[in-house]
């Protein structure tokens, strides 16, 4: 099976604009988290969708958001950018039955805020 | 709320030498455990995890981790590095009931030959 995949890759923005980040889980899995990484905070979860619907949900300001769709591709959302969303942001799936699964994790895609 | 501790944010080995890296975690109900590495540039790929049952772990590449719940600790060790081992490793936990990973700050591996 094709692992997770994220696109963009890389993507640059400057502060005030929005992004979207898509990820592709792996096939047959519901479930999709997201996580952010950065150097001072570590890996820190943003929220989980299991079957288009939010179950989890991180401490993040509402700027960050996403959703999933019925082929369970998600995406993530950040409006009016800061400096400090300068990150990796991962996603990981799974088939969404317990919290004793693997998670499966994307390359991630690195955003850099000028 | 749940929480975990890597103890160093760097470890330095020799190659050939043994591997430890400590994990502690506190929970008030036992949880699943996790151990993570990243290679530079790349996601998060599992090396292992502890759910129920036996208590020692055997993961890929060599690693294992023994869940001590006396000493809330489940450290990752290998008997030999090898320099392909040098990445970062996290630990995880997920809370009964819940997916979400949270996950320590990370040691970096170092190998030298």
């Known amino acids: 099976k094709a692992g997770v995949t994220q696109t963009p890759r890389y993507l640059i923005k400057t502060r005030g604009q929005q992004v979207t980040l898509s990820c592709s889980p792996i096939?047959?899995?519901?479930?999709v988290s997201w996580y952010q990484q950065t150097p001072g905070q570590g890996l820190q979860f943003l929220f989980e969708?299991?079957?288009?619907?939010?179950?989890n949900k991180g401490n993040f300001p509402g700027r960050f958001s996403g959703r999933q769709f019925s082929n369970s591709r998600s995406e993530m959302n950040v409006s009016t950018l800061e400096l400090g969303d300068s990150a990796l942001y991962l996603c990981?799936?799974?088939?969404?039955?317990?919290?004793?699964?693997?998670?499966?994790f994307g390359p991630g895609t690195r955003l850099l805020v000028l | 709320a749940q929480s975990v501790t890597q103890l160093g944010s760097h470890v330095s080995v020799s190659e050939g030498a043994l591997v430890l890296l400590r994990c502690n975690y506190s929970s008030s109900v036992p949880p699943y455990l996790f151990w993570y590495v990243q290679y530079p540039n790349q996601g998060l790929q599992l090396l292992l995890k502890?759910?129920?049952?036996?208590?020692l772990v055997k993961g890929i590449n060599g690693f294992e981790a023994e869940f001590k719940k006396s000493e809330t600790s489940f450290h990752l060790t290998k008997p030999s590095a090898h320099m392909s081992d040098a990445a970062e490793y996290f630990c995880?936990?997920?809370?009964?009931?819940?997916?979400?990973?949270?996950f320590g700050k990370g040691t970096m591996l170092l190998v030298s030959p």
């Open positions: 969708y299991f079957s288009e619907t939010q179950r």
């Open positions: 096939s047959g899995h519901r479930s």
């Open positions: 502890y759910t129920t049952g036996a208590t």
């Open positions: 995880a936990v997920t809370p009964s009931g819940y997916s979400t990973l949270t």
């Open positions: 990981a799936s799974s088939e969404g039955q317990g919290p004793q699964e693997t998670q499966y």
